[in-house]
């Protein structure tokens, strides 16, 4: 085994493959979601005859998962039941509101809001918190790293793509093969997008690929 191999060996036993998404999984839930409530504020609908109405929003709230059965019963459930029942592993979002007329606050009424679907091993998950023996009992891999979804049953994964910001040159100052230079970008504009490639050769050609086109000299297009 060489240096490399010692140090991917290293990186996965220590972090694994979906840590990082775990993570961005929970930030969103202790951090994220309120900061975009917060933003919000308040809502006043859109009625003259209400007068000087609104609702304010308050403290947001992220419940267990659960699924409410036919007799409209709710009941937590994991993961492997949504997996054999065809389900979506989710849980509940709930939201304090407050309601104000003319300038009197109301009683606050905290209010289901939506559901929000559950990563699986994320805090919010019950699997986080079981060991090996527990996870086995409960029908589950004790050495599924998790990191995704259940969505009518079946697992949904998040792909990172990365991109370009539109209308932003990036610039290469390492080239390869006969490529000293080159500066990648994203034209966009009223929603249509082209991927724009500019390379300077060893030999200081200026050429641009596009499209279709590939290494057409820059100078012909001036």
Known sequence: M????ELFRAFAMEKGFV????ESYNNFIYNTLQQIIDEI?????ESEKLGDFRVKLGRVRVGQPSVKEGDGSLRNILPMEARIRD????????????PTADGFEQETAEVKIGELPVMVKSDICPLSKMSREELVRAGEDP???????IVNG???VLVLVEELAANKMV???KGSGNVEQSIRLNSERRGWGQRHTISRKKDGLL????????NFPLIVLM
Do not use: H, W
Not at 19 to 22: E, F, L, T
Not at 87 to 98: D, G, K, N, Q, V
């Open 154 to 156: 079946t697992e949904r």
């Open 207 to 214: 050429v641009i690929s596009f499209a279709n086109l590939q």
């Open 171 to 173: 610039l290469e100052k």
């Open 143 to 149: 050495d599924d790293p998790g990191g995704y979804f």
């Open 41 to 45: 504020g308040e809502i006043r609908p």
């Open 87 to 98: 389900l979506t592993y989710a849980a509940p979002i709930f939201l304090e509101m407050t």
């Open 2 to 5: 060489n240096r490399f191999q």
């Open 19 to 22: 840590k990082y998404q775990i």
